[in-house]
């Protein structure tokens, strides 16, 4: 897969199935993730904290989607029960699997609820 289609499957799975073990056919075990609350290291604690929180009743709605040959970048309205703000991910991947998501939204929508 190119690095949108990953990206699109990642927001699939996230956002659309709440499939959240299948992540693991589509992330690098070595994950780097970086949002403004959290960073993880691994794919298998990214994962697990979503399991935890799970992304129940989050919706999204693209706005656009870009790529070039290792990234792709989604930006997106997301609305959750009491927030709703634009975000930015960012995706690295190489050998078909994500390998870097970088997350970025305003944090003041959060602070609001």
């Not at 994962?47 to 990234?71: C, R």
Request: charged share 25%.
């Amino acid at each position: 897969m190119n690095p949108l289609e990953l990206a699109r499957e990642y927001m699939n799975l996230v956002f659309t199935t709440c499939e959240l073990d299948h992540l693991r056919n589509i992330l690098a075990e070595e994950l780097s993730f970086i949002g403004p609350y959290f960073t993880y290291n691994k794919a298998e604690d990214y994962i697990d904290s979503l399991k935890a929180d799970p992304p129940e009743a989050f919706k999204h709605e693209m706005i656009k989607a870009y790529e070039d040959s290792t990234s792709a970048c989604l930006v997106y309205r997301f609305w959750k029960p009491g927030i709703h703000t634009i975000m930015t991910q960012i995706f690295e991947a190489q050998n078909d699997k994500i390998t870097r998501i970088l997350l970025v939204f305003d944090t003041g929508a959060f602070r609001q609820k």
